[in-house]
T-cell receptor
Framework: DAKTTQPPSMDCAEGRAANLPCNHS???????VYWYRQIHSQGPQYIIH???NNETNEMASLIITEDRKSSTLILPHATLRDTAVYYC?????????????FGTGTRLLVSP | NAGVTQTPKFQVLKTGQSMTLQCAQD?????MSWYRQDPGMGLRLIHY???????DQGEVPNGYNVSRSTTEDFPLRLLSAAPSQTSVYFC??????????????FGSGTRLTVV
């Protein structure tokens, strides 16, 4: 799996958009970008994933650059409950089992 | 609610004792796995299964056994607990990864302390 690089921490005001970047410059053509988050003491939670097109669901939007070397997770209206560690992971899809490799992630602090 | 259920949530064991951590999912997922999370070390894969009757080792399998007799259940057995196994254990399930998959679903964790 390609390695990812994320800033260790970010701050965001409640109600504002949180934009979390991720670099994955060695990503392969068949690797997807996945985002998870882990709220303190809870199990990681899947947020969104994509290959090369931008994706949106009820939780967030994922913007992937045209060269696929970086992506941004957008939480459009951050709330205090979005305070968590956010992990960007790249992995091959449509194959057998692959373990998830969580890096250090970005610790997002949403403040009132 | 659909999801992954882990029991117990908390457990204290004495060194040398054995126990089983339970994991059940109701989403008909093919893949199930066990991770442990230690402070500052991220999640490490212990064992995994790609279907009933099929299991394999992850990166830290020593001291643990698994079996998968049904699609729904994937218990993790500690054979002889050691203080080094003090950790938070997460069970996860997923369908075959692809464009439409919903990622991994994790349980809420079992916090195990071995004294």
């Amino acid at each position: 799996d390609a390695k990812t690089t994320q800033p260790p921490s970010m701050d965001c005001a409640e109600g504002r958009a949180a934009n979390l970047p991720c670099n994955h410059s060695t990503i392969s053509g068949n690797e997807y970008v996945y985002w998870y988050r882990q709220i303190h003491s809870q199990g990681p939670q899947y947020i969104i994933h994509g290959l090369k097109n931008n994706e949106t669901n009820e939780m967030a939007s994922l913007i992937i650059t045209e060269d696929r070397k970086s992506s941004t997770l957008i939480l459009p209206h951050a709330t205090l409950r979005d305070t968590a560690v956010y992990y960007c992971i790249v992995r091959v899809a449509n194959t057998g089992f692959q373990k998830l490799v969580f890096g250090t992630g970005t610790r997002l602090l949403v403040s009132p | 609610n659909a999801g992954v259920t882990q029991t117990p949530k908390f457990q204290v064991l004495k060194t040398g004792q054995s126990m089983t951590l339970q994991c059940a999912q109701d989403m008909n997922h093919e893949y199930m796995s066990w991770y442990r999370q230690d402070p500052g070390m991220g999640l490490r894969l212990i064992h995994y299964s790609v279907g009933a009757g099929i299991t394999d080792q992850g990166e830290v399998p020593n001291g643990y056994n698994v079996s998968r007799s049904t699609t729904e259940d994937f218990p993790l057995r500690l054979l002889s607990a050691a203080p080094s196994q003090t950790s938070v254990y997460f069970c996860a399930s997923s369908s075959v990864p692809g464009p439409l998959d919903g990622g991994y679903t994790f349980g809420s964790g079992t916090r195990l302390t071995v004294v």
